[in-house]
């Protein structure tokens, strides 16, 4: 039975075709295998399997970006089979690009990742004000809140945003992540960030680590 | 002494100048802000908003015509003289307001993306559009698009190009550099599709990358062909973008750019070579280390801006390469715009050891940002410059 959710794990890591992937899915669906199997043991294994070829720089953003509509289609094919219920969330997280920054591609493809990989992502976008992630972060509790910026002139709107959870008592009950290519780590340092990745794949693994149970 | 195009060719080949060239390259906006700073603005002619990058900035940006702040600082432009050749779209699409909000504002651009700007920032251009929308989506759009790169439109060169003149004009300039740019594979591909449909087709639908390419090739060649074999190496450099990585790496594989990208890179440069224009200068942001065998493969010779923040070094790739790529850059913007100590120490750990080492000309790691105050440039100036005579 571990045979198929190891080819389908392989298949994603060596980023075969859609239709070979999806056949696989396929045929793991008419042996018995239950959705949430195939999902925890065969699809987000795959997805980690290119994280770590990407950490091993053998894999680059094509490769990540591919690996993403990949996994995107396999989830559509097990949908009809699949209530959100049956699979365990490994954690919410709040994400938006900060006020003053428009841009979000590397915010999008985090998104992607930590949704393929588990996570409950609520995104609010770009140009998000300080107060928009206060209430949502009131309302669903997330273990993560994801800060983004591409532009270096928006790196003190990263550092108000951070202040003002503090003032409004949010920040306390969560840990803020810095991503985007205007964050060092440094930076993230000298404003009490609890971690600054640099790429996606470096923040989807601190987020697992922080929400290890 | 040698005039500031002599030295810069020097250090292109390797060998010692009388002084070392300081290259850089201010943000049109940066200079708006100098000049409330207190640059004096005698010589400034205008201030407008026009296409960049010979047509292919997929927005408008702010430029200051008629005014060379350069010298006031005793730097050069990293640009020289750049012979124009326009690669972009014609015709033009007709750029308009598609929607606008209090905070936001989107149009689209003359080469056919939407761009949604904010209109709260302090900024204008240097907020840069986040663009949402491309004009190239699957083969049927390229198609579409491929229409609008005919590299025989006779508006791709200047309305007074004449050989004669420019030849005269190309030999007799000496206040920097003469470069022809254009955009690279990568590049090219990136601007019209946008970066995750460009990078996600080479698994999803190889054959447009390869046609999409294949046509870029064709196209650049028969652009500049012209030009190229008019000027042959009175062109002292041929400056090519591409911005075809983020701080991981690459944005496509090695395995990928050797099956794409490599073959057409050759054909380009040898057809250059054939005309005697033997230095090619990459420009392209982001840690390009994993693919930098590649890059010296395809006949690339020289890089900028080599970002610190993206993890490059030039005193490893000079120790790595040897004198196979001249190197321009790779001083910390962010560092420079502190000033003092931190300015200090991240000229003092690059600048000297370098000029030592030949072939590299000092500058930021990218374009002076915003965030560098006119006093503060000045004081960084005044720190580089006694460093720079041999």
Same mark, same amino acid.
Request: glycine share 6%; charged share 20%; hydrophobic share 40%.
């Given at each position: 039975m571990t045979d198929i959710l190891d080819s389908i794990a392989s298949a994603i890591g060596k980023l075969d075709s859609s239709q070979s992937a999806k056949a696989l899915v396929t045929n793991a669906l008419s042996q018995g295998l239950s959705p949430t199997e195939i999902t925890e043991k065969g699809i987000r294994r795959g997805l980690e399997i290119v994280g770590e070829k990407y950490e091993a720089n053998e894999y680059f953003l094509s490769e990540l970006l591919y690996a993403g509509s990949l996994v995107s289609e396999l989830f559509d094919l097990l949908k009809p089979s699949l209530k959100d219920s049956q699979l365990e969330r490994k954690g919410t997280i709040v994400l938006g690009t900060v006020k003053g920054d428009i841009h979000d591609l590397g915010k999008n493809i985090f998104k992607m990742l930590a949704d393929s990989s588990g996570f409950e992502v609520h995104?609010? =976008?770009?140009?998000?004000?300080?107060?928009?992630?206060?209430?949502?972060?009131?309302?669903?509790?997330?273990?993560?809140? =994801?800060l983004s910026a591409l532009l270096t002139?928006?790196? $003190?709107?990263?550092?108000?945003?951070?202040? $003002?959870?503090?003032t409004a008592g949010v920040k306390t009950n969560l840990r803020v992540l810095l991503g985007g290519n205007a964050v060092k780590k440094e930076f993230g340092a000298e404003i009490g960030a609890d971690a600054t990745a640099l790429d996606a794949v470096e923040g989807l693994e601190i987020c697992k680590e922080w929400t290890k149970k | 002494?040698? @005039?500031l195009r002599e030295r810069f060719k020097a250090v292109m080949h390797f060998e010692k100048p009388d002084v070392l060239p300081w290259l850089e390259n201010v943000y049109d906006e940066t200079l708006v802000q100098w000049?409330? %700073?207190g640059l004096p603005a005698e010589r400034v002619t205008v201030i407008d908003w026009e296409m960049g990058r010979g047509g292919t900035a997929l927005a408008n940006m702010?430029? !200051?015509?008629?005014?060379?702040?350069?010298? +006031?600082?005793?730097? %050069?432009? +990293?640009?020289?003289?750049?012979l124009q050749v326009d690669i972009g779209p014609m015709p033009r699409f007709k750029q308009r307001l598609l929607k606008e909000s209090d905070r936001h504002l989107e149009y689209i651009t003359e080469t056919g993306a939407v761009a949604r700007r904010s209109k709260t920032g302090k900024y204008t251009w240097y907020s840069m559009p986040m663009f949402v929308e491309f004009p190239v989506k699957d083969r049927q759009t390229w198609y579409e698009y491929r229409e609008r790169l005919n590299p025989e439109d006779p508006r791709r060169y200047p309305k007074d190009w004449d050989s004669e003149a420019y030849v005269k004009s190309y030999e007799a300039y000496q206040d920097g550099n003469t470069m022809m740019r254009f955009n690279g594979f990568y590049g090219f591909g990136a601007e019209i599709m946008g970066i995750? @449909?460009?990078?996600?087709?080479?698994?999803?639908?190889? #054959? +447009?990358?390869?046609d999409m390419i294949e046509y870029? #090739?064709?196209?650049?060649? #028969?652009?500049?062909?012209?030009? !190229? #074999? @008019? +000027?042959?190496d009175r062109i002292d450099v041929v400056y090519w973008w591409e911005d075809f990585a983020d701080r991981h790496g690459p944005c496509i594989s090695p395995k990928l750019f050797k099956e794409f990208l490599l073959p057409h890179y050759k054909r380009v440069i040898g057809f250059l070579a054939k005309n005697k224009i033997d230095r090619i200068l990459m420009d392209s942001d982001g840690n390009i280390n994993p693919i930098l065998d590649l890059v010296v493969e395809s006949g690339i010779n020289g890089l900028w801006p080599l970002e610190v923040n993206s993890g490059m070094n030039a005193i490893e790739v000079r120790k790595k390469y040897g004198d196979k790529l001249f190197l321009i850059g790779n001083l910390d913007k962010s560092e420079l715009a502190k000033g003092g100590q931190a300015m200090k120490k991240e000229v003092d750990s690059k600048v000297p050891v370098l000029k030592e080492m030949g072939g590299y000309m000092p500058g930021a790691d990218h374009v002076i940002p915003v965030e560098m105050t006119l006093e503060k440039f000045k004081e960084y100036a005044e720190y580089i410059k006694p460093l720079l005579a041999y």
């Open positions: 995104d609010l =976008g770009v140009d998000v004000e300080p107060a928009i992630f206060i209430n949502e972060a009131r309302q669903v509790h997330p273990q993560v809140l =994801g002139t928006a790196l $003190e709107e990263m550092r108000n945003t951070l202040n $003002e959870l503090r | 002494m040698s @005039t000049l409330g %700073q702010v430029t !200051v015509k008629g005014f060379n702040p350069y010298p +006031l600082f005793g730097c %050069q432009s +990293l640009y020289g003289s750049l995750p @449909t460009f990078n996600l087709m080479f698994y999803r639908d190889p #054959e +447009l990358i390869h870029w #090739e064709y196209f650049t060649v #028969e652009t500049i062909r012209s030009a !190229v #074999e @008019t +000027l042959k």
